[in-house]
Antibody, heavy 116, light 107 residues
Framework: QVQLVQSGAEVKKPGASVKVSCKASGYTFTTYAISWVRQAPGQGLEWMGWISAYNGNTNYAQELQGRVTITTDTATSTAYLELRSLRSDDTAVYYC?????????WGQGTLVTVSS | DIQMTQSPSSLSASVGDRVTVTCRASQSINTYLNWYQQKPGKAPKLLIYAASTLQSGVPSRFSGSGSGTDFTLTINSLQPEDFATYYCQQSYITPRTFGQGTRVEIK
């Protein structure tokens, strides 16, 4: 069955960077895109960006441009989200999701806490 | 960006009730509309895609309708496990925007 397994929780100081991984299994990795979605405490879902696992094309939310990079390693079927210049309002649970227009499988979420 | 607006933001209902959640897009998205259910501390779960297609394994009491700018999620005969937050999301263009969510609570 399709599974997305994310890396563990992170605690970072303001200004630092974080890199979260998402390892896919149960399907051919390069036939789907991966999107990243975050959810601040008590808030709704925010789409961050998308990568085609086939050709590496990316698209990012405008408000995160310049701070976010999404990459893949097709050899290990893993997607990565890097967020730089962290601020306190980046504190959130970060999810990866298999993207075919619909997000039909999700990772378990990774809590990133930004605190001094 | 396409704005997605859900209503209501929350509702109280009883087991067995029929519940309707609406989602409006700021411009036409054809039927590129998906619905998710999220329970506390869990990842969202896809319920319906392409406005009205039930995801495999989702109970038939869930249904979706609409096209263009106005969409509806209906839960027939609400069950205890259906108390959760529901989100719509458009997949017409990027950024793939979500509605703000509708929390379904026990009356």
């Amino acid at each position: 069955q399709v599974q997305l397994v994310q890396s563990g929780a992170e605690v970072k100081k303001p200004g630092a960077s974080v890199k979260v991984s998402c390892k896919a299994s149960g399907y051919t990795f390069t036939t789907y895109a991966i999107s990243w979605v975050r959810q601040a405490p008590g808030q709704g879902l925010e789409w961050m960006g998308w990568i085609s696992a086939y050709n590496g094309n990316t698209n990012y939310a405008q408000e995160l441009q310049g701070r976010v990079t999404i990459t893949t390693d097709t050899a290990t079927s893993t997607a990565y989200l890097e967020l730089r210049s962290l601020r306190s309002d980046d504190t959130a649970v970060y999810y990866c999701a298999r993207d075919s227009g619909k997000f039909d499988s999700w990772g378990q979420g990774t809590l990133v806490t930004v605190s001094s | 960006d396409i704005q997605m607006t859900q209503s209501p933001s929350s509702l109280s209902a009883s087991v067995g009730d029929r519940v309707t959640v609406t989602c409006r897009a700021s411009q036409s998205i054809n039927t590129y509309l998906n619905w998710y259910q999220q329970k506390p501390g869990k990842a969202p779960k896809l319920l319906i895609y392409a406005a009205s297609t039930l995801q495999s394994g989702v109970p038939s009491r869930f249904s979706g309708s609409g096209s263009g700018t106005d969409f509806t999620l209906t839960i027939n005969s609400l069950q205890p496990e259906d108390f959760a937050t529901y989100y719509c999301q458009q997949s017409y263009i990027t950024p793939r925007t979500f509605g703000q969510g509708t929390r379904v609570e026990i009356k």
